[in-house]
């Protein structure tokens, strides 16, 4: 839906263990865009956020580093929350969201380097 770009901060008080995410170029539902920002939800509280993509020259795509802010302490019974993303795209001038997700962290959304990985579902 189309808005102005949002100014997601973490949630106060999230000061535990992090899961690092990277979120590439293929993982996103539409061009990316130096001014774009994406921000992870748990429980619809803002858990990280991740400002300006960098383009990684290894690898030759864009990404976001998205460190997400208490996944741990948020699982039921061993379970991982379900994360929601937030994508705005500077170019759409729109927010996307995804379906919320069970993810334990440290892997990539998009591709790997065999081509393979976790696409989000957009909204």
């Known amino acids: 839906f189309k ?3 949002p100014e997601w901060t973490v949630a106060d008080g999230i000061t535990f263990d992090n899961m690092p995410v990277i979120i590439d170029e293929y993982a996103l539902p539409c ?3 130096r001014n774009d920002i994406i921000a992870g939800f748990i429980n619809g509280k803002c858990r990280g956020v991740a400002i300006q993509p960098r383009y990684d020259e290894g690898e030759g795509y864009w990404r976001f580093n998205l460190p997400i802010y208490g996944v741990a302490a948020d699982g039921n019974s061993g379970n991982a929350p379900k994360v929601e993303l ?9 927010m996307y969201v995804s379906e919320p997700f ?3 962290g440290g892997s990539i959304l998009g591709r790997n380097l065999k081509g393979q990985g ?3 579902v957009w909204k």
């Not at 937030?86 to 729109?94: D, I």
């Open 3 to 5: 808005c102005e770009r």
């Open 86 to 94: 937030r994508y705005y795209s500077a170019l759409q001038r729109g």
């Open 118 to 120: 976790y696409r989000p």
């Open 102 to 104: 069970a993810y334990s």
């Open 31 to 33: 061009a990316i865009d």
